[in-house]
């Protein structure tokens, strides 16, 4: 099993620009970040007063316009996470980790892990081996 890690296929968490072939992303967990937001956020924390100034929510000062902007980029994050959650747990089934095994994880049953993810984990499977 190998994790989906092309760069074209993936967005940035945090500015939502998609990810372009010669492009550098970092990632964990699902969330990705690419190389200008890595710089922002470095040069951001460097100094307390820059810091705190963005310590405030962005929604607080965005426009409605901008709050409706921004619902399309939460909702691509929030599928990218999901896949690299099948990917996580078809890397599991691939080391034979049983689906009751699974279910205990998230707190749900073997049969509620399986109904959640087999297709989903079959599906990841069919594109791996046909690739």
């Not at 007063?49 to 939460?74: H, Q, V, Y």
């Not at 599928?79 to 747990?89: T, Y």
């Amino acid at each position: 099993m190998t994790m989906d890690t092309d760069v074209r296929r993936k967005s940035c968490s945090f500015c939502g620009v998609r990810g372009k072939r010669g492009m550098k992303f970092g990632g964990g967990l699902g969330a990705m970040i690419c190389e200008s937001c890595v710089e922002h956020y470095h040069e951001l924390f460097q100094s307390r007063s820059r810091t705190k100034a963005a310590s405030k929510p962005p929604w607080e000062s965005m426009s409605d316009t901008e709050i409706l902007a921004n619902l399309p980029l939460i909702s691509q994050t929030a599928a990218q996470v999901d896949e690299f959650l099948v990917e996580w747990v078809e890397l599991a089934r691939s080391r034979k980790i049983s689906w009751a095994e699974i279910g205990k994880a998230f707190g749900v049953s073997r049969q509620a892990a399986w109904e959640r993810f087999a297709q989903r984990v079959e599906q990841v499977r069919s594109r791996s081996t046909s690739a």
